[in-house]
T-cell receptor, first 116, second 118 residues
């Protein structure tokens, strides 16, 4: 149980284009999902907290107009990187916390974004 | 606000040797503590967690960690490592305050790469 998927697992795009990453909780409902970014050989940095049916809460320094987050259902959150640039290349990981309670987060396998 | 420090960025060991990965944290409030493992190009998998109760917690694959409140530490140990334990390990803390905007947010350490040599 408690499986989180991400799609795509890997994406390469041209500079200036937008990329959408999906995060799904497969066997549970998730009121809250988190989006992290991980640069090579570095730790995970929380970008934003996504709550179903409301606006996401962004961490300091994260541009909300560049990283659009939508959490339209209890099993799906999307992160759209708008007008991507090479410096946005990174490993993006989502996690989900079950609506049934508990503090534990279940992590997706990550999406490797490469912007050329 | 919380912070997590993993004192060793890389730990090389030989197979069947014991290992300790160190983690210290700072927080003005009570926290939950976690260890996650990340294999190359994969997401994080929960290894073990301390929420309350016994300060010594164990995983199914032989790892254990002990919460030491006075030293604000949560070091990870394994008495005998395998080649398959080669991975990056992250220590993390989570804010205990229910209802606040920071509830459940994880703060990660910098990670420790454990490399087990034959």
């Amino acid at each position: 149980g408690a499986v989180v998927s991400q799609h795509p697992s890997r994406v390469i795009c041209k500079s200036g284009t937008s990329v959408k990453i999906e995060c799904r909780s497969l066997d549970f409902q998730a009121t809250t999902m988190f989006w992290y970014r991980q640069f090579p050989k570095q730790s995970l940095m929380l970008m934003a907290t996504s709550n179903e049916g409301s606006k996401a809460t962004y961490e300091q320094g994260v541009e909300k107009d560049k990283f659009l987050i939508n959490h339209a259902s209890l099993t799906l959150s999307t992160l759209t990187v708008t007008s991507a640039h090479p410096e946005d290349s990174s490993f993006y990981i989502c996690s989900a916390r079950a609506s049934s309670g508990g503090i534990e987060q279940f992590f997706g396998p990550g999406t490797r974004l490469t912007v050329l | 606000a919380q912070s997590v420090t993993q004192l060793d960025s890389q730990v090389p060991v030989f197979e069947e040797a014991p290992v300790e990965l160190r983690c210290n944290y700072s927080s003005s409030v009570s926290v939950y503590l976690f260890w996650y493992v990340q294999y190359p190009n994969q997401g994080l998998q929960l290894l073990l967690k301390y929420l309350s109760g016994s300060t010594l917690v164990k995983s199914i694959n032989g790892f254990e960690a002990e919460f030491n409140k006075s030293q604000t530490s949560f070091h990870l140990r394994k008495p005998s490592v395998h080649i398959s334990d080669t991975a990056e390990y992250f220590c993390a803390v989570s804010d205990l305050r229910a209802g606040g905007t920071s509830y459940g947010k994880l703060t990660f350490g910098q990670g420790t790469i454990l490399t087990v040599h034959p």
